[in-house]
């Protein structure tokens, strides 16, 4: 059992950076790939970022390349997704994941934080 809390979300600008964090909870964090994925009004949640349980991998969904950047700290049982640059594309309500496998964590994962809401004015 995995739990997530989503922090960091906010109302930005166009161009602006912005910070998302996810706490989890548990000792065996390091087990599990993490990932982010976005929900914005109207339309179906997304994948945004994958990172692997160690951090080795990654993956992102082309419109977030080179924007946006996936982390995670083990030792602090986190994971965070810098975001520049930011679009009010990019408004959306953002989910923190987990699951132990790194092709279902893109898809389909078993975890899920209850959110939080990113938007960006123009």
């Known amino acids: 059992q995995v739990q997530l809390v989503e922090s960091g979300g906010g109302l930005v600008q166009a161009g602006d950076s912005l910070r998302l964090s996810c706490a989890a909870s548990?000792?065996?964090?390091?087990?599990?790939?993490m990932g982010w994925f976005r929900q914005a009004p109207g339309k179906e949640r997304e994948f945004v970022a994958a990172?692997?349980?160690?951090?080795?991998?990654?993956d992102y969904v082309d419109s977030v390349q080179g924007r946006f950047t996936i982390s995670r700290d083990n030792a602090k049982n986190t994971v965070d997704l810098q975001m520049n640059s930011l679009s009010p594309e990019d408004t959306a309500v953002y989910y923190c994941a987990a699951d132990r496998s790194w092709y279902v964590i893109k898809t389909s994962p078993r975890y899920w934080g209850q959110g939080t809401q990113v938007t960006v004015s123009s």
């Open positions: 990172i692997s349980w160690n951090g080795g991998s990654s």
């Open positions: 548990g000792r065996t964090f390091k087990s599990y790939a």
